[in-house]
């Protein structure tokens, strides 16, 4: 257990929908990451936060946006959804110091997304 | 744009025998590599960490090579196990970034009895 927690674990929907997938972080990261994982694509960095803030977006398309709130817990919004955004949502936490401190990132168990 | 390939989608090998893997990068050279590992259906795990300013790491039965003339990283597993079958991800930081990780597509172990 990576102590990163995401919710829902599975989600079924509609094209044209919109999502709302939720992230805790481990107790005491203050960084957050979204990634998407899908077969053809691997894992891709989307957007990381923080302590609340926007720190780096990656390909993160229009449709999407996220935001940290100040419990640390972060959400991920997908809108206007298309079968192509059917795929495995990661987030992960991490110890995020400035000045070359690299750490590694604790993935959450992902949330499985299928845009029907 | 930053791109990682990893040598092969599947590597299958023997008990016992030591796996190794490959992650080669173009452009510029990153700061650190992280070696994930990933089961099915899960999220990746943290396994090791290599600065640019390191040659080698290890951390029991594995180790991992960082060669920034080549731009290649190196993972090995000794003496591996069916338990070590899972698929394996290189992941360096993105652009100028320090947190951020851009990964390959990952290569499939599997290790035979």
């Known amino acids: 257990d990576s102590g990163v927690t995401q919710t829902p674990k599975h989600l079924i929907t509609a094209t044209g929908q919109r999502v709302t997938l939720r992230c805790s972080p481990r107790?005491?990261?203050?960084?957050v990451y979204w990634y998407q994982q899908s077969l053809d694509q691997g894992l891709q960095f989307l957007i990381q936060?923080?302590?609340?803030?926007?720190?780096a977006k990656g390909n993160i398309l229009e449709r999407f946006s996220a935001q940290q709130f100040p419990d640390l817990h972060s959400e991920l919004n997908l809108s206007s959804l298309e079968l192509g955004d059917s795929a495995l949502y990661f987030c992960?936490?991490?110890?995020?110091?400035?000045?070359?401190?690299?750490?590694?990132?604790?993935f959450g168990p992902g949330t499985r997304l299928t845009v029907l | 744009s930053q791109k990682i390939e990893q040598n092969s989608e599947a590597l299958n090998i023997q008990e016992g025998k030591t796996a190794t893997l490959t992650c080669n990068y173009t452009?510029?050279?990153?700061?650190?590599l992280q070696w994930y590992r990933q089961d099915p259906g899960r999220g990746p795990v943290f396994l090791l960490l290599?600065?640019?300013?390191?040659k080698e790491k290890r951390k029991e039965r594995l180790k991992v090579t960082f060669d920034t003339t080549l731009k290649q990283s190196l993972f090995h597993i000794t003496a591996s196990q069916p338990a070590d079958s899972a698929t394996y991800l290189c992941?360096?930081?993105?652009?100028?970034?320090?947190?951020?990780?851009?990964f390959g597509k990952g290569t499939k172990l599997s290790v035979k009895p």
């Open positions: 992960a936490s991490s110890v995020f110091r400035e000045g070359g401190n690299y750490n590694e990132q604790f």
């Open positions: 107790s005491g990261d203050l960084s």
């Open positions: 936060y923080y302590n609340g803030e926007e720190r």
């Open positions: 452009n510029y050279s990153p700061a650190y």
């Open positions: 290599i600065r640019e300013n390191e």
């Open positions: 992941g360096m930081n993105y652009g100028g970034s320090q947190g951020n990780l851009i």
